[in-house]
């Protein structure tokens, strides 16, 4: 067998490999999808959004508390952590650039996106709910903020630094103070891609379940009020599906579902953002 | 309507009604070239762009092919069959019909490797033989004297007009018998491309060479035989300083004293 | 005056970054003092973990967590890599299109969801095929991967495809098979990309929560083989922070808490400052 025949054979075995593990692969991830998708529209009714959580075997029970809960966790969240992410990554792209505060701030926001988001829920448990000395949304709603700022941080200062440097110089050459040159010539021409940022940051800690085991709680019924145990789709997801009943784990496939949704919502809307600002 | 020259001597390509398709596409991007190509010698393809010179160029090696839907009609000989035909044997084909692009592609390995890629391709692996053929080939590209020192660092650390020397002596170290040029300077400064012409025409003593180039000075300097396309046909084929100071096409006239281009 | 005021503003929402970080660790430090002041270094070395008893060694859970994130890589690395490879060098357009944006939006489905699936419908097969309970190291092992290769075969598939066209052909052009030109060109070229997705996925994979919970056991026993149940300090937080009813239990919990976070630390530190820049280097 000469040389080149030998090539043409490990040619066909390794590409042979490469779709059979897509196959697998995708066979695997295509499973969990479609046990998402049939679970959870199996499940989904309108009670599930006009009830509130109630003890196994009831027929009218739902997830009004969850979904609320949910939202209000991650709204403020974003309201947190969305203007810090902002601000510290304008400081890093306009004003620390390349020295090298801004360099240990970057490498260590990295480090930071990748700490075990349980680990941010046990520092929020110890300096808010235990000086409180009840869980509370307020709680939940930090430990989320702080897994987001690094996202949001670096999405901006990336973003930022694509903002051709000419656009500023034109700026302050008509006389504007930094802070207008960045309020209204930086952030217009990065708008897109931080919208982007801000709304993957906002899926990714939508998803987050660890983190709120021991901050906001959870709650099997509906509630606003911020200083109080909150309940949230994850957790609420977690509790229902590993209980004994068979409509609780319903009420956690159908919670999964809209959760789910709701996420790879999130995750098409800034990807057709981010490509509408490309063609432009 | 065209003119093309009958070559006298012998010929190491024959492209005889030769037309392709991209995919997609409802008409063809050549349309029934026919072409010889002088052995040792320099034939040159010019034209407008979109004219199908860097298609025709692409054909020879079948890079088409790595794109599928692609559609070639007619011929084209080498070594006495059609290489059109869809049994032929891509890579047996492109270690005897090489290509240089139009920036330098230095593969992510040491400047060793790159050029031994080939050969090991092949299934060469005696050390000493390696060495050897690296070295005549780095000597042949006129580039041993800046690299030899420095073989085992990333190639990537070269200037673009040595990368360029060293993809020709990559493909040279496997001896073809054709190399295709697609305007190998497009990307370099006037000195490198200075030495990169040189380089050509040396190298003619050994393969039969087809160069693609915006340059109409490059292909005067360069080649012993052009050609001119446009619009998917080739218009004129002659001996170089005929065709630049006697065309017979009035398009080629045009084209060579910049009415259009 | 204004300009001041922002100045100052986005310096300190930086500057809050940094703070926070250590920060935790203070906290976490503090919390875990009791522990360490007890136990020493028993408490990484000791697999004995009795709440009831007072005696909490944190062995079993770190062993857990390490062997359960080895096990995910090194089942999702292959197949990632070879996902990355069908995405991006064999598949043609329209299955590229379609696969690549379902392998996209799968690395974002909430973990949660992964661990969900392992319990209700993975576990029982691996309880069909292997007896026991089904639940333990292979499980959580195989849950993890599945949750961290589509992210590792996005990222990897990106790296690949900034292999630019003219360096493949060249290597075509010499008479490379498409087998050739990957493992020459394209998985050299693309390199440090590929092994920073490995990174992050590894930094997912250690401090993941919910996606092995369900799937792990919880029980502090060191596996003897990898159909045993055990369990991880993720695991072990999630399922009896709530439940510490003694200083010395949650000081325990802190420790393990702190232990991940160093851990996870290292592991990130190591691979962005010495590995990736190494490579970057090479290159």
Known sequence: MTATQKRIIINRIALGFSTLSAIIALAFLFWILGVLVMKGVDSLSWSIFMFEGSPPGYAESGLKHALVGQLILVGLATLIGVPLGIMAGTYLSEY??????????????????????????????????????????????????????????????????????????????????????????????????????????????GGETAPLLFTSFNDNFFTTDLNEAMPSLTVTMFNYAISPYDDWQQLGWAAAFILSMFILGLNIVGRLILLAGKRK | MASIIDIKDECSLHVRNFSFTYKGATT????????????????????????????????????????????????????????????????????????????????????????????????????????????????????????????????????????????????????????????PTSALDPISTQGIEKLVIELKERVSIIIVTHNMQQAARVSDYTGFMYLGDLIELGHTEELFVTPKEKLTQEYITGKFG | MIDKIFLNMTRTSALLILFIVAWIFVVLFNHSIEAMQTFGFDFITKDEWAPNLEKFGAYAAIFGSVASTFLAMLLAIPVAIGVAIFLSEIAHDKIKGFFGVSVELLAAIPSVIY?????????????????????????????????????????????????????????????????????????????????????????????????????????????????????????????????????????????????????????????????????????
Request: with cysteine; aromatic share 8%; proline share 5%.
């Open chain 1, 96 to 205: 620390g650039k390349n020295s090298k505060l801004a360099h240990t701030i970057r490498d260590i926001s990295d480090i930071m996106m990748s700490a075990p988001s349980i680990v941010i829920g046990a520092f929020v448990y110890a300096v808010v709910v235990m000086p409180m000395g009840h869980f509370s949304a307020w709680a939940g709603a930090i430990a989320l903020a702080i897994i987001m700022i690094p996202i949001i941080l670096r999405t901006t200062d990336d973003m930022l630094q694509l903002v051709p440097g000419t656009l500023r110089e034109a700026a302050f050459a008509l006389g504007a103070p930094k802070y207008k040159v960045i309020m209204d010539v930086v952030y217009r021409g990065a708008k897109a891609g931080i919208l982007t940022g801000v709304l993957l940051g906002i899926a990714r800690v």
């Open chain 2, 28 to 183: 063809p991007s050549l349309k029934k070239v026919t072409m010889p190509i002088a052995k040792h010698s320099v034939t040159a393809l010019i034209g407008p762009s979109g004219c199908g010179k860097t298609t025709l160029l692409r054909s020879f090696n079948r890079m088409h092919d790595l794109y599928p839907g692609n559609k070639y009609e007619g011929e084209i000989e080498f070594e006495g069959r059609n290489i059109l035909d869809p049994k032929e044997d891509l890579i047996h084909l492109r270690t005897k019909i090489g290509m240089i692009f139009q920036k330098p592609t230095a593969f992510p390995m040491s400047i060793f490797d790159n050029v031994a890629y080939g050969m090991r391709l092949q299934g060469i692996k005696n050390k000493t033989e390696l060495e050897g053929r690296v070295e005549k080939a780095l000597q042949d590209a006129a580039i041993w004297k800046e690299v030899k020192d420095r073989l085992k660092h990333d190639a990537n650390g070269l200037s673009g007009g040595q990368q360029q020397r060293l993809c020709i002596a990559r493909a040279i170290a496997v001896e073809p018998e054709v190399l295709l040029f697609d305007e």
């Open chain 3, 115 to 283: 661990g969900m699936w392992g319990l209700f419908f993975f576990v029982p097969i691996l309880r069909d095929i292997f007896g026991g309970m089904g639940i333990g190291l292979l499980a959580a092992g195989i849950v993890l991967a599945i949750m961290i290769l589509p992210f590792m075969a996005a990222v990897t598939r990106d790296a690949m495809n900034t292999t630019p066209d003219i360096l493949k052909e060249s290597a075509y052009a010499l008479g490379g098979t498409q087998w050739d030109v990957i493992k020459d060109i394209i998985i050299p070229y693309a390199k440090a990309g590929i092994i920073g997705s490995l990174i992050l996925a590894l930094g997912r994979a250690i401090g993941e929560t919910m996606a092995v919970t369900f799937v792990m056991g919880n029980v502090h026993h060191t596996p003897k083989t990898i159909l045993d149940p055990t369990t991880s300090i993720p695991v072990t937080l999630a399922n009896e922070f709530t439940e510490a009813d003694s200083s010395l239990y949650f000081s325990s919990l802190f420790g393990l808490a702190l232990t991940l976070l160093v851990m996870s630390f290292v592991v990130i530190a190591i691979a962005k400052f010495y590995f990736l820049r190494k490579v970057r280097k090479g290159q």
